[in-house]
């Protein structure tokens, strides 16, 4: 197994000489005021979730957007601050971004064109020629904040995700020894769709600025190389997987972004959990009720309300479950970009459908759904992960999904059952989850129904072998082996 350490030794030889520098929009530490007092929080990310512990092993800077109303407090004159607060492993510098950057660049470009454009939900995308312009601009920021830490020397710049399609050239473009990889979290969607985009060849042309581009699956990768080969005059080598334009040659690969096995589980046997556990059972007067969760970013693309139906169908077609081993489902759901229409309309439908389904079933004071609208803890998300019997992952479409990565490495007592998506990168990997459509309300229930009744011993068998693979494919090996591509390209 590939252990932080190793990660270390890695980064030790074969980065010598060279700076290490992250870019994403989202900050890994959130500084806030609450009363008078600022709160360092972290935010409910996948991205920040699985980059930190890699910082903490490499160490570096990491330029992110600050976000927080007490961020600017803490930064130093060049808008940086040590974390995490209580190790000071590595370097966050801030970018700021005017709230009309924000409205535009971040809810407007990002995730109002390019995440519907990414994700296969049916969405529309909006394009809208102000927000691409603002977003052309806060990318030139970003590539100045970075610019500013590493100057002419050599630098490895590890770019994350949509919101910065542009900043790897105007990097290059001042400091050309900086080697650039990308990682694009969500999705590349096939050729059709993302070509209705009025700017894609921009984006293209700016992703092709990279040395290394980065996807979670080969899938992803070839809907990418079939984009740039219909929109882009260039050559593509179908062996090497890689783009050659304007004489510079981007790398393709897939690289499955993972969480910290080790750290999760152990974390999640902390006696702070036991007890957690124990506040939660106490709170919601839980005995030995059959507990079901779910928890994500209140977003479109994760099937929540899909999820919630089901609970509802299986009620329905098996009533016994009101009476008799009852089931209590744990939705958690952190708000998130409830500026944009669609989001402040799906908190909406889940609030009315989680208030209909539990006034249509409820039975002498039990209800079957627990709607937690806010962000919690990580101790309190892995006393949940261990209290449940099963955990619905139901994304409609996802890069990757680390909450189904997350639950399997806090179950050290190899309980639990996982029900998949189909369409999540993490089932390609995670064959002994229970997969599902989705879209099917009928076949989710009817998993859940497997999840309940499947022996333990089944249970246990499922479990270990997902675990043992999550803990092979952890997120220091995703690292090396981006880094390792990275060397190997210099
Ligand atoms: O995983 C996709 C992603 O957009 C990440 O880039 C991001 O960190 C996460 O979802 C949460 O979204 P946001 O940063 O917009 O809250």
């Known amino acids: 197994m590939f252990k932080q350490m190793d990660l270390q030794r890695l980064v030790k030889e074969k980065l010598a000489g060279y700076l290490f520098v992250v870019v994403s929009n989202r900050e890994p530490y959130i500084h806030t005021y609450v009363g008078d007092k600022i709160e360092c929080t972290v935010p409910a990310s996948g991205l920040t979730t699985a980059l930190d512990p890699v910082m903490r092993a490499c160490g570096g800077t990491w330029v992110a957007h600050g976000s927080g109303s007490a961020d600017k407090e803490v930064v130093d004159s060049k808008n940086s601050v040590p974390v995490p607060p209580e190790y000071g492993s590595y370097k966050l510098k801030r970018v700021w971004l005017s709230d009309e950057d924000v409205d535009r660049y971040y809810f407007g470009f990002s995730n109002e064109a390019l995440w519907p454009l990414c994700h296969i939900v049916f969405q529309r995308p909006r ?3 102000e927000d691409w312009y603002a977003y052309k601009n806060v990318n030139r920021l970003f590539a100045e904040a970075v610019l500013e830490e590493i100057g002419r020397r050599k630098a490895f710049v590890f770019i994350q995700d949509y919101h910065l399609t542009l900043v790897s050239r105007l990097i290059k473009a001042k ?3 900086a080697i650039t990889a990308q990682f694009w979290h969500i999705p590349w969607p096939n050729r059709e769709a993302f070509r209705v985009c009025p700017w894609q060849n921009e984006i293209l042309y700016g992703l092709l600025g990279n040395d290394l581009l980065g996807f979670h699956i080969a899938y992803h990768r ?3 190389l079939e984009t740039v080969d219909r929109a882009l005059e260039c050559r593509i080598d179908n062996e090497k997987f890689s783009v050659t334009h304007s004489n510079h040659t981007t790398f393709v690969r897939p690289f499955p972004i993972s969480v910290d096995f080790d750290a999760i589980n152990e974390r999640s046997q902390a006696t702070e959990v036991d007890r957690e556990m124990a506040a939660i059972k106490n709170k919601y007067g839980i005995t030995d009720e059959i507990i079901g969760i779910g928890l ?3 977003d479109y693309t994760k099937g929540i309300p899909e999820r919630l139906k089901a609970i509802d ?6 009533p016994k479950y009101k009476y008799k081993n009852r089931i209590i489902f744990f939705q958690l759901g952190e708000p998130s970009r409830i500026k944009i229409k669609q989001y402040e309309e799906l908190n909406t439908e889940i609030d009315r459908l989680v208030a209909d389904i539990n006034s249509r079933h409820q039975t002498d004071g039990w209800y079957p759904i627990i709607y937690i609208k806010e ?3 990580p101790v309190t998300l892995l006393a949940f992960n261990r209290l449940a019997r099963f955990c619905i992952v139901s994304s409609l479409h996802d890069g990757m999904n680390l909450v189904a990565k997350e639950f399997i490495s806090s179950r050290a007592d190899r309980d639990g059952v996982l029900i998949l998506s189909r369409f999540t990168g993490a089932a390609r990997e995670l064959e002994e989850a229970l997969l ?4 099917s309300v009928q076949d989710i229930a009817e998993m859940i129904i497997a999840a309940i009744e499947m022996p333990l011993e089944q249970r246990h068998e499922r479990m270990t072998k997902l675990r043992a693979r999550v803990r092979e494919h952890n997120v220091y090996r995703w690292a090396a082996d ?3 591509d990275m060397v190997d390209i210099k």
């Open 175 to 177: 400091n050309p020894r």
């Open 313 to 318: 169908a299986l009620l329905t077609k098996y």
């Open 375 to 377: 962000h919690k803890s």
């Open 127 to 129: 394009f809208n020629d």
């Open 296 to 298: 994500d970013r209140i």
């Open 436 to 439: 599902v459509n989705p879209y």
């Open 482 to 484: 981006i880094i390792s």
């Open 222 to 224: 070839h809907n990418f």
